[in-house]
């Protein structure tokens, strides 16, 4: 009467996604303590669907979209007043680069942060995660066209916000 | 072909093919301002991915490996421990866990073992399954079939309704990680029971009489009969699913 595991490819799948999907969980959730436990219920849910994944499927598209998915559930959830946090300072985690390394990431993640969430998520898939547009509409359920869109207006933002101060107006 | 940002945009991240490239390039070498717009989007994608690299390079936290590496059946892994509990990194005993876990409390069964037995020997034999909802396979062991085997599938403890016939109460995981449901069938004579989801459908390995129905089953695990608790008490591993679990549980068709 055992249930059936999930096939040992996802969960190698997974285990090789694990540093992208904790560092796309920290462009959306910030805190890294809140990134970790999105990752978490992503995986959960994704080794409870196991079944509905096929190997010729993108993996990338499919467990990024479960990883906004549990993040946009969480985000309701807060709303409805069902949690409160107390947000790390950003940067928190950025380590042992220089001190003026440190500088430029604290400001390009707080930029992230003031972008609206569409345009996060949309710039942290294709930006950072490198995933193709594709891939990425996919991963978020929308139209290839709605997501350059998106896209595009993230990237004016981000332009504004960081301005010529690290050479990116050069 | 008009040379709009978005197609820049799109050339900067290499998402063209090749005709198009060269279109785009040739625009470029008449235009230097172009060239200009392409090198700002590299430039942001590089600023990003360095701002965000330390995450990529932290070792992965244990817990997280876990999840992936263990087998679904242990408990930890199937009941989703909280971060609190099964790792030793610092700050996250401090975070409230993105999902709540709930233990329900089980009366005690201390001295209602014998009693039990005698009860549950009794309701076998003289309560017969209604064929709609149960079937009796050869050895004599029940099946969920029909009405109640649909509903063990599809609804859930939310969905209870006051004149609903079939409730269901308890979702939880075995032992062999096989998932287990109380339920209840509300007709003249009430009759509880637990069902596990095995590859051939709904095992039930008890039924019982239960009392009259006063409300929804859902938080009711008091109400169910002593056999059907017990039988729960004996397989339960980890904790019983919370209701978004039960859903989550459900969508994924019990496996």
Known sequence: MKAPEPAMDLREGLCAMLPRLRRFARTLARDPADADDLVQVALERALARAAQWRPDQGLDAWVFGIVRNAWVDEVRARQRGARVFAPEEHGATVGESSSEAREVAMSVQRAMDQLPEEQREAIALVLVEGLSYKEAAAALDIPIGTLTSRLARGRDALQALLGGASGVGA | ?255
Do not use: K
């Open chain 2, 1 to 255: 072909m008009r040379i709009t940002d978005e197609l820049l945009m799109a050339y900067a991240d290499g998402e063209l093919d090749a005709a198009a490239s060269a279109e785009v390039e040739a625009a470029i070498a008449a235009d230097p301002a172009l060239a200009q717009t392409v090198a700002r989007h590299r430039a942001l994608r590089r600023q990003l991915r360095e701002a965000f690299a330390p995450a990529l390079d932290e070792p992965v936290p244990e817990h997280l490996m876990a999840l992936v590496r263990a087998p679904a059946a242990t408990s930890a892994a199937a009941t989703g421990a909280t971060p609190a509990a099964t790792s030793g990194a610092a700050p996250v005993a401090d975070v409230v866990p993105l999902r709540p876990r709930r233990r329900w409390a089980l009366p005690e069964w201390a001295g209602m073992a014998a009693a039990l037995a005698l009860g549950v020997a009794l309701s076998q034999a003289f309560l017969a399954p209604s064929p709609a909802d149960l079937r009796t396979v050869a050895g004599g062991a029940l099946r969920a079939d029909g009405a109640l085997a649909q509903a063990l599938d599809r609804q859930l403890a939310a969905d209870n309704t006051p004149a609903g016939r079939i409730a269901l109460g308890l979702s939880f995981r075995d032992g062999s990680g096989a998932y287990c449901r109380s339920f209840v069938l509300r007709d003249d004579r009430p009759l509880a029971g637990l069902a596990c989801r095995a590859d051939d459908g709904w095992h039930v390995p008890i039924t019982s009489e239960a009392e009259a129905d006063t409300g929804e089953l859902r938080r009711a695990a008091a109400s169910l009969p002593p056999a059907v608790l017990l039988a729960v008490e004996t397989r339960l591993a980890g904790d019983t699913l919370d209701a978004e679990a039960e859903r989550r549980a459900r969508d994924a068709g019990w496996r």
